[in-house]
């Protein structure tokens, strides 16, 4: 909210506190200042001016050439204006002034062969007013050279200042004043009030009745008859305008000062157009319509509180008043209504209505219920002061069970074990009373504390330690330099992931985090998806049941700019449901963890040494086992061929036959969805799961020290014989000198014979606690090579 | 024997000084040493030696072979590091070297880590949390009472009445602190939602780093002097801060910590990096904690903006594009 430091200073005397000491130490203490806007900047360079001299512009008819005085010195002038006159009192602008209107600076100009130093500036041009007829002629008592800022009382500062939601009290200058005044410590205080009553009493002409006293505790309603509706005074319109409000009518203003002054939202009724000259405070009946003062038709809601006459509802109570009873240039007679209303009802239905106004949002933050009859009374008399008319006497103040002032206290050891710093006694006692606590008893171990009615935020000892620490300064409170650690158990929940993307890295992928949120077409294309109840668009109503709609849209983006050869991976949570069920419980659906590699374009585009080589179905197969032998070192697992619909060439990995990842060859129809024309090869693996395997013990094995004997064969077989399969063979058909098989060479050729390839391996052999001999190695190659020729009906090709 | 033993050694010798390419050298070779050479001939020769010559011949033979095999390879030697310096000469190396693919950790992950990396020191341990969560966990138990103005500080997207993506990382709080008794010593980074339209300025979704510390003894001035020293080691020693009086519904007294922001040529100004307190006693209560017996504090701050900030970058989207020219250079 704005603050006007001018008007701050009718509450409390700020002389002598420079702008930068308020904004630090205001802000530090929590009400951050977020803008200081001084009036008097934009009128730099601008002074009272003398007219000495206005006569025709030589070459122009409708200008005029003056001679302009500004104290010290004369300045050759040319004004278009026609109101300008020697003798006047003028807004003076000086070269190098910016006009506030359109933000132009003055330059030494040439206007029609003759020279002007400056300008005289218009209500318009000064941003102060609609007034563009003329120049603005100021008092002719104001003394040339005077700036211009003070001669039109526009020295303001205004700052702009963040209230957090628990702070409803410093919702106002008031409010604001208190806490000042605490920080600074200087004395603050409240304008006095003097009603001059008549002799009618407010009761016998208007009635209050309140139906739901549980949602409206307290209403106050106070007459003014006889006033007259016009502009406000221009004391009332400057201090409302320095805060950014419109100046409407006298009441509408006194209602909308007094708001800003204390913090009560006021509503001022046409009495006469209140049916029976009677309030009645009570909930709407359900579906009810009502016109608000917007002039928008309202459903209500069996929950809505309303302002009620006999007849019908006036008002949606502490949000809006009724198009039906406000206050127009005809009215004559009027009801300030200030009441306290719950808060939490008044969020229900401005949340409902969609209507956050400046009643509503001090209402549901909770105001002070101890300020409304003050409110009531000084509107009053601010309506008397612009408006005339007669106060009635006495004032109908509905209140049926008034609150028990709240009490709490603390203690002072436990103020410093929270701060880890002692603050006196005394001090903390002072801070308390400055906040308008009314200190019950102090005993060397204890404050108790009377809390205010505008202090909804204080219930408990640790809120009055925040009290105490944020007036008394943060800062003033030690940082401590050094920590004790505990010795406890170190976890880190992230590690696994950050070996994964380690390994990644090395492997040349490039992290990517895409969005969680997706759209419906989208997001059932690749699972059972939850969906968002209040979606910010209809392109992310949905979370993501899988990874890979991520990845496409990244390589379509990066497609799009022409990068064509992209290595990437995601890690991050995908969500499914697991039945039809609305979400009762973390049982209802699956939040997983997850990896998701992509492969696309080539891995090595021609260089000097090489030549191009797109990514293959094989890159991906051998990244995903990289990365298991990294982060499950000695681990077995099976990498098995699988369906899915996402995949075209299709494969799963699975661990002590638990199935850990499933991925392949991008389907053609995915692809085209996202505006892909090439290749995706991605795996996905559950990291969940992957986390969940034991990994195997680590036990360090001797070094062999025999020699290890290695014999190479290839075999002529059908091309349909899988690899695997042969490699299978082998094992089964060899002694347990073999440890491994090497497939070093597939050849397909006609040379061959028709469908046929050629499988060249590697085979190692050795024995761990001696040499092989010639023999058995030529008995087990025999061996193997017989069962590969029998089983897969191959032949030996010729070495 | 003896004689044509060592008259061998002296031909050896003088073929041996003559050697001058590759070409004389394996002559020499085949002329000696080779399986028809002089030498394995003489080897060959030994066989019809009387027994009584037999040891010193053996001996006069082995010498030779051992000699003739040395001289052999020392200057076989020379003249291979010869031949290979000649073929190194034919280098260019201002060809380009191979390139081996590298990749890189997104730039959040990068600012995660080197947050972590300085409260890991601290003796913190890391803990995370799922992000689809209870209103709850969310809410309710971080003390943000149902229908309060409070909520209004986090757009939130809803699931249902009772279900929600998190707004912030604090729930894992929650969690962590029902299953684990004090001393706590946490920090818990992850991803969080908030229901706000997309925009140079604002996501849908960001990072949260959230540290909890729970302890006997734990105060308001160990809190300040904690995040003073994170802020001089990540932002740099000479960094300006300040504490300012703030309010969150799950710490009290709350604060929030700024720093001096001085970009190059435009005027600086306090800049929001995190939220702190100490946490509230209904939070404890709610987790079964005795708030008169431990204390805690508590501290959460956005990744996004200052990593944003750290390198100039103004739109936020780029960092969930996944463009690769983005990317490549973090």
């Not at chain 2, 290979?84 to 190396?93: G, P, Q, V």
Request: proline share 3%; aromatic share 10%; charged share 30%.
């Amino acid at each position: 909210m704005k603050i006007s430091l001018n008007w701050l200073s009718d509450y409390v005397d700020i002389s002598g506190i420079s702008i930068d000491s308020i904004v630090d130490k205001i802000s530090k203490a929590g009400l951050e200042v977020e803008e200081v806007i001084e009036q008097g900047k934009a009128f730099e360079k601008m002074f009272v001016g003398l007219v000495k001299e206005a006569k025709k512009h030589p070459n122009a008819d409708k200008l005029s050439l003056c001679i302009v005085n500004d104290g010290n010195e004369d300045f050759n002038v040319v004004c278009g204006a026609p109101n300008v006159a020697a003798g006047q009192k003028v807004a003076f602008a000086k070269v190098g002034a910016v006009i506030p209107s359109n933000g132009l600076k003055l330059e030494k100009v040439k206007i029609r062969g003759e020279f002007s130093f400056g300008m005289i500036c218009s209500e318009k041009e000064l941003g102060i007013g609609e007034n563009h007829e003329g120049i603005l002629v100021l008092d002719p008592n104001l003394k040339e050279g005077t700036s211009l800022a003070d001669a039109l009382g526009m020295n303001d500062i205004v700052i702009y200042v963040a209230i957090t939601p628990n702070r409803a009290d410093a919702l106002s200058h008031i409010g604001f004043a208190r806490d000042f005044a605490a920080i600074f410590k200087r004395k603050f205080h409240y304008p006095k009030i003097e009603l001059n009553e008549s002799g009618k009493k407010s009761s016998d002409v208007a009635k209050v009745e309140i139906v739901d006293s549980e949602k409206c505790p307290r209403y106050v309603g106070k007459v003014v008859l006889g006033v007259t509706i016009k502009e406000s005074p221009e004391w009332l319109k400057k201090k409302l305008k320095s805060i950014g409000l419109r100046p409407i009518n006298n009441v509408v203003d006194v209602t909308n000062f007094v708001l800003y002054e204390v913090g009560q939202p006021l509503h001022a009724f046409d009495l006469d157009n209140l049916a029976g000259n009677k309030i009645v405070v009570k909930c709407a009946n359900e579906g009810e319509k009502f016109v608000t003062l917007d002039s928008k038709e309202r459903v209500l809601a069996a929950s809505d509180l309303m302002i009620c006459d006999a007849a019908k509802n006036v008002a949606v109570a502490g949000v809006m008043g009724g198009e039906n009873s406000e206050v127009t240039e005809k009215t004559k007679n009027i009801l300030i209504e200030s009441a306290f209303f719950n808060p939490s009802s008044i969020r229900k239905t401005a949340k409902r209505l969609g209507l956050s106004t400046d009643a509503s949002f001090r209402f549901e933050r909770g105001t002070d219920y101890n300020i409304t009859l003050w409110a009531a009374q000084r509107a009053a008399q601010l309506i008397k002061e612009t408006a005339g008319g007669e106060i009635l006497s006495g004032e109908k103040d509905a209140y049926p069970s008034p609150f028990d002032v709240r009490k709490t206290s603390a203690r002072f050891n436990r103020i410093n074990k929270i701060l880890g710093y002692k603050i006196e006694q005394e001090e903390v006692v002072s801070i308390l009373k400055d906040l308008g606590f009314t200190i019950e008893e102090v005993d060397s171990e204890k404050v108790s504390v009377g809390i205010p009615g505008y202090r909804h935020d204080i219930e408990r000892e640790i809120d009055l330690i925040e009290e105490v620490a944020r007036v008394y300064g943060y800062d003033k409170i030690p940082d401590i330099v050094n920590i004790s650690v505990t010795l406890d158990e170190k976890i880190d929940q992230a590690s696994f992931n950050d070996r994964v993307r380690n390994k990644l890295n090395s492997l040349g992928f490039y992290e990517i985090i895409t969005n969680s949120l997706l759209n419906s077409e989208i997001a059932e294309k690749f699972g059972y998806p939850i969906k968002v109840l209040n979606p910010q668009s209809s392109e992310m109503s949905h979370l993501r049941p899988s990874m890979l709609p991520g990845l496409l849209q990244s390589v379509s983006n990066n497609l799009k700019v022409s990068e064509k050869n992209l290595k990437f991976f995601e890690i991050g949570k995908t969500f499914e449901r697991k039945n039809d069920k609305e979400i009762s419980s973390f049982e209802d659906f699956d939040e997983t963890d997850n990896l998701i590699i992509g492969l696309t374009g080539y891995s090595i585009q021609t260089e000097w040494f090489d030549k191009d080589k797109p990514h293959d179905f094989y890159d991906l197969k051998g990244m995903v086992e990289s990365i298991l032998r990294t982060v499950l070192p000695g681990t077995g697992y099976l990498i098995q061929e699988a369906n899915h619909s996402n995949f075209d060439l299709c494969f799963c990995l699975s661990i002590q036959n638990v199935t850990i990842g499933i991925g392949g060859k991008v389907n053609q129809t995915l692809l085209k969805l996202f505006d892909v024309n090439q290749d995706i090869f991605a795996f996905i693996i559950n990291l969940d799961k992957l986390k969940a395997v034991k990994p195997a013990e680590k036990v360090f094995s001797e070094l062999l020290k025999f020699p290890k004997v290695y014999r190479d064969v290839a075999f002529v077989l059908d091309k349909t014989v899988r690899s695997d399969k042969v490699i299978e063979n082998i094992k089964q058909a060899s002694s347990n000198l073999l440890h491994q098989i090497k497939l070093f060479d597939i050849f397909q050729s006609d040379s061959l014979g028709e469908g046929k390839k050629s499988l060249a391996l590697q085979l190692e052999f050795y024995h761990v606690e001696r040499t092989l001999t010639e023999n058995e190695i030529e008995k087990d190659f025999r061996n193997i090579i017989e069962s590969v020729e029998k089983n897969f009906n191959a032949q030996l090709r010729g070495n | 024997m003896l004689s044509k033993i060592s008259e061998t050694r002296k031909l050896f010798e003088e073929d041996l000084s003559k050697v001058n390419d590759l070409k004389s050298l394996e002559e020499l070779r085949l002329k000696y040493l080779s399986r028809k050479g002089i030498v394995p001939q003489l080897f060959d020769d030994f066989k019809n030696v009387s027994k009584d010559e037999k040891k010193n011949v053996g001996l006069a033979l082995n010498e030779l072979k051992i000699f003739t095999q040395n001289q052999f390879d020392s200057i076989k030697e020379k003249f291979d590091s010869l031949s290979k310096s000649s073929n190194d000469s034919e280098l260019d190396i201002s060809l380009p070297g191979r390139q081996y693919q590298i990749g890189s950790k997104h730039l959040i992950t990068q600012t995660i880590d080197e947050i972590k990396e300085i409260f890991k020191g601290l003796g913190f341990s890391v803990y995370e949390g799922p992000e689809l969560e209870s209103d709850y966990n969310n809410f309710g138990a971080l003390n943000f009472p149902d229908d309060h103005p409070a909520r209004d500080m986090q757009d939130t997207f809803f699931i249902n009445k009772n279900f929600l993506l998190r707004t912030h990382t604090s729930p894992v709080q929650v969690r962590l602190m029902e299953q684990k008794k004090p001393p706590i010593r946490a920090l818990m980074p992850g991803k969080v939602f908030r229901n706000e339209a997309i925009s140079a300025k604002s996501y849908c979704l960001f990072h949260q780093i959230e540290g909890l510390v729970v302890d006997t003894d734990i105060t308001f001035a160990e809190l300040k002097g904690t995040l003073v020293g994170f802020v001089k080691q990540f932002f740099g020693q000479d960094v300006v801060y300040r504490f300012r009086a703030s309010f969150f519904p799950f710490t009290e007294p709350s604060a929030e910590m700024d720093i001096w922001w001085q970009p190059k040529g435009k005027e600086g100004r306090w800049l929001e990096i995190l939220g702190c307190g100490m946490v509230d006693p209904n939070v404890l209560i709610n987790v079964g904690i005795d708030p008169e017996k431990y204390i805690g504090y508590a501290f959460g701050m956005g990744i996004e903006r200052p990593a944003m900030r750290k390198y100039g970058i103004d739109d936020i989207r780029i960092l969930f594009d996944s463009d690769i020219r983005f990317l490549r250079q973090f």
